[in-house]
């Protein structure tokens, strides 16, 4: 296996991974789609709530913030033994949100209003620039919000990942003495993957072709041939903010080593390896 990285932040990953098949790929990406868990409200205690949102509502919106979280402290509420229905320090964080309309016009509360308690200052929202609901003067909310770690295999809310994907790695080859330079390939290519130099159509952006054939389709002259790697392939990760996203691919591998691990114990047992 070789892996290529293209792009490297704190939200988002891009690489180029091959002599692997699009099976294990998507494994990986189901694993990091549904089994990393991060955190998000789960529960909410509303002490007072007069506007004009339902009190059902307004804790939906707040579940569906992202939330900053530390998967070396906090641990699932399952495997904590606890027992308590509000969790602990080790699988429970508090917010508060306590917020009242202005006098003069309409306040918009937004999730920076969603203040994490002091024994958890980490856990806060990712952006603070979420709005969550318009106050009318005098309106007042104020309530206490239960944060733990889950699996978007239980509610979307605790998906890390906003966009986890990738294609084939692109193959495209310009057969050079059949290419007259008409630029047609050029012209209904929507992601600029082609360029006109010295009469003749070369390759630029091959990584951004998406294999939709169009430029195949339109050389009259059957210059152009477009194909892919089987076994090479592009990946895009971009998370919530929840977590970095190289922590959300190196825990998606760890979950699916356990996992295979398990698999196999299970096979021997049975006597089939």
Not at 108 to 136: C, G, T
Not at 236 to 252: D, H, I, N, Q, R
Request: hydrophobic share 40%; with cysteine; glycine share 6%.
């Amino acid at each position: 296996m070789q892996i290529e990285i293209l792009k490297k932040s704190y939200a988002e990953v891009h690489f180029i991974v091959r002599g692997v098949s699009p099976r294990f790929m998507n494994s990986l990406r189901r694993a990091m789609m549904a089994d990393v868990p991060v955190m998000a409200v789960d529960d909410v205690y509303i002490v007072e709530n007069t506007s004009v949102m339902y009190d059902e509502v307004l804790a939906h919106r707040l579940g569906l913030i992202p939330l900053k979280t530390d998967l070396d402290y906090y641990v699932l509420p399952e495997e904590c033994g606890c027992g308590s229905e509000t969790g602990c320090h080790k699988c429970s964080a508090v917010l508060v949100l306590n917020v009242e309309g202005r006098e003069n016009g309409v306040t918009v509360v937004y999730s920076k209003d969603l203040k994490p308690h002091e024994a958890n200052p980490e856990v806060k929202p990712v952006n603070e620039k979420i709005p969550i609901v318009k106050l009318a003067p005098g309106q007042r909310i104020k309530l206490e919000a239960y944060a733990r770690l889950g699996k978007a295999i239980k509610h979307a809310k605790w998906s890390p990942v906003v966009r986890c994907t990738y294609k084939y790695y692109p193959v495209i080859l310009i057969v050079d003495s059949k290419c007259t330079g008409c630029g047609l390939c050029i012209d209904v290519c929507h992601k600029n993957v082609f360029t006109l130099k010295s009469g003749k159509a070369y390759v630029v952006n091959q990584l951004e072709c998406d294999l939709c054939d169009e430029c195949v389709d339109r050389c009259a002259q059957n210059a152009l041939n477009v194909d892919f790697d089987k076994n090479s392939l592009i990946f895009f990760l971009e998370t919530t903010g929840s977590l970095p996203a190289w922590k959300v691919l190196s825990e998606a591998c760890r979950i699916l080593k356990l996992k295979s691990e398990a698999f196999l114990k299970q096979l021997n047992e049975l006597g089939v390896v």
